[in-house]
């Protein structure tokens, strides 16, 4: 299982840093589009709609690999003195307070998509219903809770043993 939460969250994090790729590329497009407005260019039409989906997707892409390996900010000031076992203690309800969190905005997103594909709302330049970005969001959001569950229950398996099969910084992947 850690095989597998490892090559979702590693590739749902190489799809977002493509998007992110190309919405620089679309922005760097856009900007000279302006640029050369009197030449007869533009900016890319809907360049914002299109940033503003790209982005809150790259960022559900990236959660899972952040999660794995410990990435989000943390102050150890109190917990560096702590022993080793007090700390995968900690570690592991910090992890499942993390998973449930990630479930719920899962399970907001869901709700968000159904209402948004059961009005037919669309985006205002492009046209695009608003659920495609709902929909796109659920795929990384879904491997979000799958790497979630899987790393929660890790640690909580090495608080209960005191066998750790990865550390802090996640370099033991």
């Known amino acids: 299982m850690k095989k597998l939460a490892y090559g979702l969250a590693n590739g749902t994090a190489l799809l977002?840093?493509?998007v992110l790729v190309l919405i620089i590329l679309m922005t760097v497009t856009s900007v000279i589009g302006r640029a050369l407005v009197p030449l007869g260019l533009g900016p890319v039409p809907g360049d914002f709609e299109l940033t503003e989906m790209g982005i809150a997707f790259a960022v559900f892409c990236f959660?899972?690999?952040?999660?794995?390996?410990?990435?989000?900010?943390?102050?150890?000031?109190?917990?560096?003195?702590?022993?080793?076992?007090?700390n995968r203690i900690l570690l592991a309800i910090w992890e499942v307070a993390l998973t449930a969190t990630v479930v719920f905005?899962?399970?907001?997103l869901y709700e968000g998509f159904l209402g948004k594909l059961g009005n037919n709302e669309i985006t205002m330049l492009l046209q695009f219903p608003v659920w495609w970005?709902?929909?796109?969001?659920?795929?990384?959001?879904?491997?979000?809770?799958?790497?979630?569950?899987?790393?929660?229950?890790d640690r909580v398996?090495?608080?209960l043993?005191?066998?750790?099969?990865?550390?802090v910084e996640g370099a033991n992947h």
């Open 16 to 18: 977002g840093g493509a």
């Open 63 to 86: 959660l899972p690999l952040c999660q794995l390996v410990a990435g989000h900010a943390t102050v150890d000031v109190f917990t560096a003195g702590l022993g080793a076992q007090a």
């Open 105 to 108: 905005i899962a399970w907001r």
């Open 133 to 153: 970005g709902y929909a796109a969001a659920l795929v990384p959001a879904g491997i979000g809770v799958i790497v979630g569950l899987w790393s929660a229950a």
């Open 157 to 159: 398996r090495s608080a």
């Open 161 to 167: 043993t005191g066998q750790d099969t990865r550390t």
